[in-house]
Each structure stands twice: as C-alpha cells, then as structure tokens.
C-alpha cells in the first residue's frame, strides 16, 4: 500500500493504473482544481501506457510544476486519510516530509493526518479507504 509517497505495511493494497497512492491523487487534485485545470485524471488519463504503474510522486511533481508555470506558490495543503487499518499514525511524520520534498516546499507547509471511521461504512469495513485534500495557493 502507498500513502503520501511511502511504502506502509499492510496486507492489503489500492488497485489502480498507477501505483495506486490515493493520498497523493487527491493532493494532485486539490492543487488543480485549485488553478481550475480539471482533474488528475484529465491530465494523467488511466487509458495512457504512459502512466501505467508510474509512481504517484512524478505526477505531484509534474502538477506543482503547473502550479510553479501558472505563478503560483504552495501556501499550505492538508491531507486526511480515512483508513480503518493498517494504522499509520507512526508514518506521517515521514509521509508529510516525502510531499515536501517532491513539492519543494517546507515540511511545515504540509500537513497529514490519519483517522479511521470507527468500523462505520465501507472504509470501516475495511474495504477501501477515503482522502481529503485540500490546497492553498498564492501569487508569487
């Protein structure tokens, strides 16, 4: 299972076209939506062999660097990870230093964190799992 860039323990992971790092999708796409330019998957389209298996960070990458060509700067972006188990309170220091490092900005600029849904619903029932992200930009 990859979550904000790290590998996490678990017998379980996300099926997807690409390494499945739903953490990082919904940063991508709080950042593009905050400049109105659609969705990861507009941009990144699961149909594309280019993007098949491609590791979630280059595309975070690839979309600040939209945010960079459109004069822009990362004010702030919050990640919420809604995940019964594994338990990966113990990984988001490390995870919160993984997104900044990609997105060249502060570590203190990023912040992660992880709940659970107290066995309520499908992500309680441990069939999947949901992310919240949200971005603030600024004009450089």
């Given at each position: 299972?990859?979550?904000?860039g ?41 149909t ?10 280059i595309?975070?990458?690839r979309?600040?660097?939209?945010v ?5 700067e ?9 995940l019964?188990?594994?338990?990966i ?26 709940t659970?849904?107290?066995r309520?619903?499908f992500?309680?029932?441990?069939e ?13």
């Open positions: 299972m990859w979550l904000c790290l590998r996490v323990e678990s017998a379980v992971g996300f099926v997807a076209h690409s390494d499945g790092d739903v953490a990082i999708h919904a940063l991508c796409d709080a950042l593009l939506g905050a400049l109105a330019l659609g969705d990861i998957g507009h941009l990144f389209p699961d594309s062999d280019e993007f098949a298996g491609i590791d979630s960070k595309l975070l990458a979309v600040m660097k939209l960079h060509e459109q004069g822009w990362l004010a702030n972006a919050d990640i919420t990870i809604a019964q188990a594994p338990k309170a113990r990984y988001v220091p490390a995870m919160r230093e993984c997104l900044a490092s990609v997105m060249e900005v502060d570590v203190s600029l990023v912040s992660v964190k992880a659970t849904t107290e309520l619903g992500v309680g029932r441990g999947g799992c949901e992310v919240w992200a949200i971005a603030m930009l600024c004009k450089k």
